[in-house]
């Protein structure tokens, strides 16, 4: 059974930086590729970033410039850096296999709240 641990999240002033972690276990990361997730209160859960087996990045416009995807396969472990984050942003970010087609089960997810 494929789990997935989201953790980083918290409570930041715009135009701060947080760092999220997404640990997987029970199966084997290294050869899916993998998305950062989000939803928002009362929106549609968007995707935010992907990154592919090889690590090929990509971003959602809104994101471009300001997040940065990465993985460490060895770790079983899936990364989003954040930087000059604004209060849209607030929301709960969640990882999973990309595309969303081929997603597991949810995890838990990590509340980013980014005050203005």
């Known amino acids: 059974q494929v789990r997935m641990v989201e953790s980083g999240g918290g409570l930041v002033q715009a135009g701060g930086s947080l760092r999220l972690s997404c640990a997987v276990s029970?199966?084997?990361?290294?050869?899916?590729?993998m998305g950062w997730y989000r939803r928002a209160p009362g929106k549609q859960r968007e995707l935010v970033a992907s990154?592919?087996?090889?690590?090929?990045?990509n971003y959602a416009k809104s994101v471009r410039g300001r997040f940065t995807i990465s993985r460490d396969n060895a770790k079983k472990t899936m990364y989003l850096q954040m930087n000059s984050l604004k209060p849209e942003d607030t929301a709960v970010y969640y990882c999973?296999?990309?595309?969303?087609?081929?997603?597991?089960?949810w995890g838990q997810g990590t509340q980013v709240t980014v005050s203005s």
């Open positions: 999973n296999a990309y595309p969303v087609a081929f997603a597991w089960s």
């Open positions: 029970g199966t084997i990361f290294s050869i899916y590729s």
């Open positions: 990154i592919t087996s090889g690590g090929i990045t």
